[in-house]
């Protein structure tokens, strides 16, 4: 009788063991499929197709007009028609202008543009670059002292936000867009004496309640060979904003702009808009070996041959996709 019980007893021992070994292996196999399912997760959403021409004469209208400088012709003229640009996508603009004075005493004329898109939407996101160039050429080796067309240094973040104005008015996302354009943000000699537009916004942002969950901010985005890094205020401040972003741009494709690569701090017009309260990053060209911004930076090299229409598309996709993503 014994040896009857002890029979039954191991039977029962290998039932529950059995059942213990096929429950931890569902398991597991759940775990697994819940982690492939994660990953496939990230899909694409549908937006509206960017063209490349499109964002490139963006470029080459500003650059048309001439240096960008203060209290230049050119100044004027290209203001109103980034306002009348703005105005014809359905954006309603404001300009904020007045006159402030340099570091070295010269009154500057300003002219900082701003469009709201999809003011019923409380949800809304923010995208800044700067409009003005360099008065000098410092970083070149002849020339020193004139303007430089700022095809690049300027021209490139405006062309990439105007392509995404047009093309949210084809097809409007869910969340309401702000543009910023600043203006004299490149007249410095030092840190604080760059991005005059974005500080004088910084203390009259008008964005009363309609407060954007985190801007964008782009500067030199058009170079054949750009790199984009992980610019230090932006990992301060906006960190899962830059992931975000970065993230998007790796499901498209476009890491090959788009480096998970630590970078240092730079003082640019998304520091004013984080000093405003709105978590911003930076999209802006840093060499990860040098340190440095793109050769042509601050010279008369900075000009439309210097553009690359492929580069503006791939950044305009990106950000596109953050937007329609919301």
Known sequence: M???????VNVLKFVVVSIILIACSDSNSEKKTSKNSQKQEFKLVQMPEVNKDSVFNFVKKQVDFGPRTPNSKAQKECAKWMAS????????????????????????EYYNIIG???L?????VLLTAHWDTRPWADQDFERTDEPIDGANDGGSGVAVILEIARLINQQTPNVGVEVVLFDIEDYGKANETFCYGSQIWMKDTRLDSLKPIYGINLDMVGDPNAVFLYEGYSQEFARPVLDKVWNVAKHMGHSRYFKTIQDGMITDDHYYVNKAGIPCIDIIHRDPQTGSFPNSWHTHNDNIKNISPSTLKSVTEVVLQTIYRE
Do not use: C, E, W
Request: net charge positive.
């Open 2 to 8: 014994d040896q009857v019980m002890k029979f039954i």
């Open 120 to 124: 019923d939407k409380k949800k809304r």
């Open 85 to 108: 640009k703005l105005t014809s996508y359905n954006f309603d603009v404001q300009i904020q202008k007045g006159i402030h004075p340099a570091y070295d005493g010269v009154g500057l």
């Open 116 to 118: 709201r898109f999809g």
